[in-house]
């Protein structure tokens, strides 16, 4: 109910997200920023290739090339956006972040929760 509410004029009630997640193939990236939308659990997906990641794995220092999705959509999302990332996502232990958005122009946040807003689980 928290987007009818929006919709009705409750600024307050609702809650944007950004999620991060990061791979290495630029294929694989647009599937997944691609069904992440046409799945209505993300208003937009962006893309940002070429950017370059440094971390330890099984003790070995990595340095890789990645693409990260910034993923636009609604806190109340989050859950069911995690669990299917994990479904499609090929990485063994993939980075799913996610950072509040504190402050919105409103007409951009109606339209990540119309964009949203017919999301159905399972």
């Not at 997640?21 to 997944?32: C, G, N, P, W």
């Not at 370059?52 to 794995?57: A, D, G, L, P, R």
């Not at 972040?97 to 807003?117: C, G, M, P, Q, R």
């Amino acid at each position: 109910m928290q987007n009818k509410k929006f919709l009705f004029g409750k600024m307050d009630k609702i809650k944007l997200i950004l999620v991060l997640t990061s791979l290495d193939s630029e294929k694989k990236a647009r599937e997944i920023a691609e069904t992440l939308v046409k799945e209505k659990l993300a208003a937009c997906v962006s893309l940002f290739s070429d950017v370059e990641s440094f971390y330890f794995w099984e003790e070995k220092l990595c340095r890789e090339k990645e693409i990260f999705l910034f993923i636009k959509t609604r806190e109340d999302l989050f859950n069911h956006l995690k669990e299917r990332l994990l479904e499609i996502h090929p990485y063994e232990t993939p980075e799913i972040i996610s950072l509040n958005i504190d402050n919105f122009y409103e007409k951009y946040a109606k339209w990540v929760v119309d964009e949203t807003l017919h999301y159905k689980s399972d």
